[in-house]
């Protein structure tokens, strides 16, 4: 590929001076000059029956197309013309649309079948050309050789098997365009459709179907719902659909992993949390619901709620566990980019007292990559001991036994001061490799 740059300015100003002034506008425009490429196979079965067609007689391939002209390939069994001793096959590329001086690279090869690669190449491309690339004049015009192969050598050659010849024809047909300064443009803002759903959903209006969770009611759209999710397609409109569409009732959106967590919150000697005289059946009460109202959040929004605002808790733990609550749910709905968020979401907040039951809830749902992260946090020295204190890490040993082997493999990795450590209860395991205390990270 060839650039030409040439600079353009406003000659009513006079000539350049070696210093001119910053008042004077310069404008700029560049000349790119490059080649568009691409390539054709032609195989040419029955070698030997086309012998004896006569000499200037041809087998041809089917046209392709390559840099908006159209392209055939023609060999000569016989040779092109006898002047230039027919015993020689001969190759040509040819110009098979209309065209007037259509300048391009070329490559013929004809192809070593036995393995080696040694290929019979003749070839534009790659070399300095003294004259530029070929041109074609018309429709019909041909470059190739008159005498590509001799013959008898071609017919006890590799290039030669099972009586099939097989051509490569490369093509690089020159185009050139100038690019100049983008003189006027126009912003275009992001989309908003997701602030035009959400806001119908804040208004109420028009909506024709409830969810309910524990007691509580979220209004919502049918057809919105089903836009979004195939298993609300299904449930709502689909030939199995369920005989009340006026209301859904949610009583499974919390899965045992959700319960051992939020309860353990409370017993947790790792975690910052203070409840106050809040009742735990208030406190989970919030949490059944919640999500419920984050999933119908996202549907209308395609995007996630603040999940402290929304819990109306300010702390990591009460985000983490609604992040937990919501990937269970977009998994129950084919929600595959709110399960994503919730994953990305999980993956930056692992830490001691949420990690077990995360990785728990990776196995359940296979997310594959939240579980790697959860596997090595776990199995670092500094991690381990304290998250097998927690309730979490009692659930997943229950719940997904064969994931406890493959974090045996992970902390293997880490050395057999890891192995040792695990196995002893070491009180190193709450320091680095160096002997230093490090200071767990919590919620």
Same mark, same amino acid.
């Given at each position: ?26 404008? $700029? ?10 390539? *054709? ?67 013929? $090869? ?77 912003? &275009? ?11 119908? !959903? ?7 179907? =409830? ?27 689909? @030939? ?34 203070? &409840? ?48 937990? *609550? ?26 001691? =007292? ?12 296979? +997310? ?14 500094? =991690? ?16 997904? @036994?064969?994931?406890? $082997?493959? !974090? ?8 057999? *001061?890891?192995?040792?450590? +695990? ?19 919590? *919620?």
């Amino acid at each position: 590929m060839g650039t030409i740059r040439f600079s353009s300015r406003d000659l009513s100003v006079g000539p350049a001076s070696l210093n001119p002034s910053p008042s004077i506008p310069i404008t $700029t425009s560049t000349s790119i000059t490059e080649t568009v490429n691409g390539s *054709h196979e032609f195989k040419v079965d029955g070698y030997s029956l086309s012998k004896g067609m006569g000499i200037g007689k041809y087998v041809a391939s089917d046209t392709f197309y390559i840099g908006g002209y159209a392209w055939a390939i023609y060999f000569y069994p016989d040779g092109k013309s006898s002047e230039d001793n027919a015993s020689y096959v001969s190759l040509f590329i040819a110009l098979a649309s209309e065209g007037n001086d259509v300048r391009a690279l070329f490559e013929l $090869t004809l192809m070593d079948q036995s393995g080696k690669e040694r290929h019979k190449v003749h070839s534009h491309f790659g070399r300095a050309l003294e004259s530029g690339p070929y041109t074609l004049k018309y429709r019909g015009s041909m470059w190739g050789y008159k005498r590509f192969y001799k013959r008898t050598q071609l017919e006890t050659s590799d290039f030669l098997k099972d009586d099939t010849l097989l051509i490569r024809c490369c093509v690089g047909v020159v185009k050139s365009h100038t690019e100049g300064p983008k003189t006027y443009t126009i912003a &275009v803002p992001p989309s908003n459709i997701g602030q035009h759903f959400g806001k119908l !959903l804040d208004s109420g209006k028009r909506t024709d179907v =409830n969810f309910e969770v524990d007691g509580e009611i979220c209004a919502s759209h049918k057809i919105v719902l089903a836009a979004r999710s195939p298993v609300f397609r299904a449930q709502l409109f689909g @030939p199995m659909k369920d005989q009340n569409t006026q209301c859904i009732k949610v009583e499974d959106m919390e899965a045992p992993v959700f319960k051992v967590f939020s309860l353990s919150l409370f017993v947790v000697p790792y975690t910052n949390v203070h &409840v106050d005289s809040s009742p735990k059946a208030l406190l989970l009460s919030l949490f059944l619901l919640t999500p419920a109202k984050a999933l119908i959040h996202f549907i209308y929004w395609d995007a996630l709620p603040d999940m402290e605002e929304l819990v109306g808790l300010n702390s990591k733990w009460a985000s983490t566990l609604m992040a937990q *609550h919501l990937l269970a749910a977009a998994d129950r709905y084919a929600l595959e980019r709110l399960r994503l968020l919730c994953e990305a979401r999980l993956c930056e907040d692992v830490a001691i =007292n949420t990690v077990a039951t995360t990785l728990a809830l990776a196995e359940q749902h296979q +997310c594959i990559q939240l579980k790697s992260v959860c596997l090595k946090f776990i199995a670092l020295p500094e =991690n381990l001991k304290a998250v097998m204190q927690t309730d979490g890490f009692e659930y997943l040993k229950e719940s997904c @036994p064969s994931v406890i $082997t493959e !974090l045996l493999q992970y902390v293997a990795k880490n050395g057999e *001061h890891s192995v040792i450590a +695990c196995t002893h209860g070491n009180d190193n395991l709450d320091s680095d490799m160096n002997g230093r205390r490090v200071k767990q990270r919590i *919620h």
